[in-house]
Structure formats: structure tokens, C-alpha cells
């Protein structure tokens, strides 16, 4: 008996160790996956991003250009005579009224001209007033009067004539007698015509000639006179348009010359900002459309597009286009170069993403990161829209409430682990207002 204690331990021995061993085998194999997993959990770390949610919010399409001012009116007063200057009125700067005295130039031989051809204008007046009034009517009282004398001269001759022929018949009168008293009807006869071709000349032809003739002086000293006063007036320089003075290159006693500028008046109560545009851009833009120009150190002003050019820059083939605006103190000055931003398109319900989101795919094709909700991040591709500064518009690719990473987007791998962090500020990528603002919007 002893001796088969002693065997059965002996088994029992070689067994408990297999056993021993075995399970040291599992703990170590335990060690080491517990190892693996740890590295592996160290080589793909979760990377943190900030997200912001697709929102649902209008849009404004702008184009914006660079452009030059120019003022509402602006006037270069080009002098039609050359004198030398007498007197300026203004200077730069000065503000002036349409009509307004602004320099005279030398004009006493003007001045002299001027009087001369008036003193002939009236003379002219004078003598048309005495042909129609005096003249005229005297000659063709005079001529009625010769056509009446003649006349009755025309009848005494006939009546002594026939006399003298009843005479003649009886024998009481010899025949030379007769014919002379026919001589003498026949002149009396002939004076009483041309008597009366006389008035009749007078009071068609000859009445209408006089008064041509004297109307035609009248109407030439006039002429004359109007000329003089007009050469006069040239040497007072007025302003055609309200406005400020710009230029002023002469000073008084020195010659300024017909066809140079010697003063130039702006309105700048308005200013026009001239810009060249894409066709393209063009297309989009009307008149009235809202528009803004800023200027350096200058608060933007509100104006509206006012013309959009229908034809082509041929040495650009760009479109110009005209905005125009109120000129608040006269802040904005003619030459300056501006910026413009022209709304031309306002598009309601449109998702927006921040601009930071977009990433460069291939072929220039745009991409986003999505949040999944197995905590990582897919890449998606989209169709964008309207931009407008830091916002743009996603066509198609995704939906309201979408999360897109804004940062840390960059270089990040497709099905990368993420940790969504929450922003710094009022912005926060993955603050809950933009979820209100998504809820808000599609109850509206």
C-alpha cells in the first residue's frame, strides 16, 4: 500500500504542473494582448476638432470690384474770348450756385462795341417807326390826291371837247381847233393813268417794299447789337451747375485764352463710383440694385447701381457699371479709388456652411468632414453656391443639422477617430444655438 501512495502522488505531481504552467501561459498571453490593445489604442488616438452645424439661413450673392469716383456733374468753364482776367470771385474750394458770378475778364472795348451798335439799333427804330407811321402814309395820300386831279383834269378836257365838237358840226369852229382839244383829252387821259398805276404801286408793291426795307434795317442793327451784347457778356464767366470749385489755374491780370479751361466746378453733393466687372457678374446686376462703396478711413455709404453698360470694354471685354450714392459731408472725393459690393442675388433657406469647412478634393472638386455618429469623420463631397465673406452655400452633399468639422479638418484622414471639443467665444462650432437655430427654421 505504501508503495501505490507514492506512485499516485508521483502522477499527481507532473499533472499540477502542467496545470500551473498552463495557466502562467494564459496570464502572460492575457499581459501581452492587453499590451497589443494598449498600443494599438496608442497608435490610432481620437484627434480633436471643432464642428458646426449645417444651418438653414438666407444668403446674399455680392460682387464685389475695385472702383474710381466721379462726381455727380462736373463743368470745365472754357472761356470764348481771350481778355485778361480782371477779377476772380471764388476760389477753390468756394461753393457756388448755377448762375453765379465767378470772374470777369477785361471788356471796356466790349463795353464800347456794346453802345455803339445800340445807338444804330435805335436810329433803326426810329427810322422804322417814321416809314410806317409818317412816310408811307404821305406818299399814298399824295398819289390818291395826283389820281384825283387827274381825274377831274380828264373830265374838264372831255367836256371841252365835246363842246368844241358840236361847234365843229355847226361850222362855228374850224378844225384845228377840234383836234387840238383831242390832243389835250388824250394827255389829261394818259395823266390820270399813270396817277393811278402810281397809287397802285404804292399801296401794293411799294407799301410792301418800305416796309421790308426798313423792317430788314431794324432787324440787321438788331442782330448787331445782340452780337456786341453777347461778346460783352462772354467776359463775365457764370456757373452752369451747382457745385464746388475745383481748379482755379489763372490769377487776375493774367491772360486767359479762348478754349482753356480757367475754371472747373464739381457737384459732389453725389458721387459715382465707375467699376469694370466680368460679363459674367454683369449678368447678374441690374439698375436699382443695392450697392455699398468703401472708402479708406472712410464709414461705407449706401448708393444703388445706376447703369450697367450694355456694351463691352473692348480693350478689357469687361462690363463698366455706375453706382451711385449721397456724399455725406463731402467725405468722398473725385479720383479716389473704392471698393463696391453689389447685392445681386438674396437667396432665402439656403444651407451655409463656414468657409474654413471646404477643403480642396481632386480634380477641384469640394470636400467637407462630416461627424458620423460612430465618432469619426467621412469625407463628403459637395456642390457649393453663393459666397458670401466666411459663409457658403452647399448645394447638394448635405443635409440641415449636418456637423462639419471647421477645425482640424485639415490633413485629417477618411474614418479618422475624432473628439469634438467645443469652441472658445460666442461662436462655438458645436454650440447648441445653432441647433435652436436649425429648430427655429424648420418651424418656420
Given at each position: 500500500m505504501p508503495a501505490n501512495r507514492n506512485s499516485t502522488s508521483a502522477i499527481k505531481t507532473p499533472r499540477l504542473a502542467r496545470i500551473v504552467?498552463?495557466?502562467?501561459?494564459?496570464?502572460?498571453?492575457?499581459?501581452?494582448?492587453?499590451?497589443?490593445?494598449?498600443?494599438?489604442?496608442?497608435?490610432?488616438?481620437?484627434?480633436p476638432v471643432q464642428v458646426v452645424a449645417v444651418k438653414k439661413t438666407s444668403i446674399n450673392r455680392i460682387i464685389e470690384a475695385a472702383a474710381v469716383l466721379y462726381p455727380l456733374q462736373q463743368s470745365a468753364i472754357v472761356p470764348k474770348i481771350s481778355a485778361p482776367v480782371k477779377q476772380f470771385y471764388v476760389t477753390r474750394g468756394?461753393?457756388?450756385?448755377?448762375?453765379?458770378?465767378?470772374?470777369?475778364?477785361?471788356?471796356?472795348?466790349?463795353?464800347?462795341a456794346a453802345q455803339d451798335t445800340k445807338g444804330t439799333y435805335?436810329?433803326?427804330?426810329?427810322?422804322?417807326?417814321?416809314?410806317?407811321?409818317?412816310?408811307?402814309?404821305?406818299?399814298?395820300?399824295?398819289?390818291?390826291l395826283d389820281v384825283k386831279a387827274a381825274?377831274?383834269?380828264l373830265e374838264a378836257q372831255e367836256k371841252v371837247f365835246k363842246s368844241r365838237q358840236e361847234l365843229f358840226q355847226q361850222g362855228a369852229l374850224p378844225r384845228k381847233e377840234l383836234d387840238q382839244s383831242n390832243v389835250d383829252v388824250t394827255s389829261a387821259r394818259n395823266q390820270y393813268e399813270i396817277a393811278q398805276n402810281h397809287l397802285q404801286s404804292l399801296m401794293t408793291i411799294g407799301k410792301q417794299g418800305t416796309?421790308?426795307?426798313?423792317?430788314?434795317?431794324?432787324?440787321s442793327a438788331k442782330g448787331k447789337y445782340?452780337?456786341?451784347e453777347a461778346q460783352l457778356a462772354y467776359s463775365e464767366i457764370r456757373s452752369p451747375i451747382d457745385g464746388v470749385i475745383t481748379d482755379r489755374p489763372l490769377y487776375p491780370g493774367e491772360m486767359a485764352t479762348a478754349g482753356t479751361p480757367l475754371l472747373t466746378v464739381m457737384d459732389i453733393s453725389q458721387i459715382i463710383a465707375r467699376a469694370h466687372i466680368s460679363q459674367q457678374d454683369a449678368a447678374s446686376l441690374k439698375v436699382k440694385d443695392k450697392a455699398t462703396i468703401t472708402a479708406p478711413g472712410a464709414d461705407p455709404v449706401e448708393g444703388k447701381v445706376t447703369m450697367v453698360s450694355p456694351a463691352l470694354d473692348p480693350n478689357s471685354t469687361t462690363v463698366e457699371i455706375w453706382v451711385q450714392a449721397k456724399n455725406p459731408g463731402n467725405s468722398l472725393r473725385p479720383g479716389s479709388s473704392v471698393n463696391v459690393s453689389m447685392l445681386a442675388e438674396t437667396v432665402p433657406d439656403a444651407l451655409v456652411v463656414p468657409a474654413v469647412s471646404l477643403l480642396a478634393g481632386e480634380a477641384g472638386a469640394k470636400t467637407v468632414m462630416v461627424v458620423g455618429g460612430d465618432g469619426r469623420a467621412h469625407q463628403r463631397t459637395v456642390q457649393v453656391g453663393i459666397r458670401q465673406g466666411n459663409k457658403v452655400q452647399i448645394l447638394d452633399g448635405l443635409?440641415?443639422?449636418?456637423k462639419v468639422i471647421t477645425e482640424g479638418a485639415y490633413g485629417l484622414a477618411d474614418n479618422s477617430k475624432i473628439e469634438v471639443r467645443e469652441a472658445s467665444g460666442e461662436d462655438s462650432p458645436a454650440d447648441k444655438s445653432g441647433a435652436k437655430t436649425d429648430e427655429s427654421n424648420d418651424k418656420k
Open positions: 504552467f498552463a495557466s502562467s501561459c494564459m496570464l502572460v498571453l492575457d499581459l501581452v494582448l492587453a499590451s497589443c490593445a494598449k498600443k494599438a489604442a496608442e497608435a490610432d488616438p481620437a484627434v468756394s461753393f457756388v450756385h448755377r448762375g453765379q458770378l465767378l470772374a470777369t475778364l477785361e471788356n471796356r472795348d466790349l463795353a464800347a435805335d436810329q433803326a427804330q426810329a427810322t422804322y417807326q417814321t416809314t410806317t407811321a409818317a412816310d408811307l402814309p404821305e406818299a399814298i395820300q399824295k398819289a390818291q381825274k377831274g383834269l416796309l421790308k426795307s426798313a423792317a430788314g434795317q431794324l432787324e445782340a452780337g456786341a443635409h440641415a443639422g449636418d
